[in-house]
């Protein structure tokens, strides 16, 4: 696991262990990045289920109820598949897109 930290994004990179390893290190880990956006980039996986996806939905409750942003990056998951609840999408700059624009519509009041 590797912690990137750019401006108020904090970005998440899984390299090995499997989701639900990750989803305890990062429960353990929250309050250092809870008062930031956050990436979870899973594209260096090279296989994922939609199972492994719903894991994170607990974390990205809690973090998206404290009006911050919670994205998943994966393209090896049917995007199709993915509760409404949970954010996945297939690039990083789709990742940052994604919150660039849930903080416009947190400062207009969305």
């Keep these: ?3 990137d930290q750019k401006g108020n994004i904090t970005i998440v990179t899984q ?3 499997t989701t639900i390893e990750l989803v305890k290190k990062l429960s353990a880990l929250y309050p250092r990045y809870k008062n930031n956006n956050v990436i979870i980039n899973l594209t260096s996986l090279n296989k994922i289920t939609l199972e492994e996806i719903v894991e994170f939905l607990q974390i990205s409750n809690t973090h998206r109820a ?13 995007l ?3 509760p409404d609840e949970l954010v996945v999408v297939p690039t990083l700059q789709e990742g940052y897109d994604i919150i660039e624009m ?4 947190r400062d207009l009041g969305f």
């Design 66 to 78: 404290n009006k911050h942003s919670f994205v998943i990056v994966s393209n090896k998951v049917d």
């Design 1 to 3: 696991m590797i912690i």
């Design 15 to 17: 390299e090995k262990a």
């Design 102 to 105: 849930e903080e416009m519509e």
């Design 80 to 82: 199709d598949e993915v």
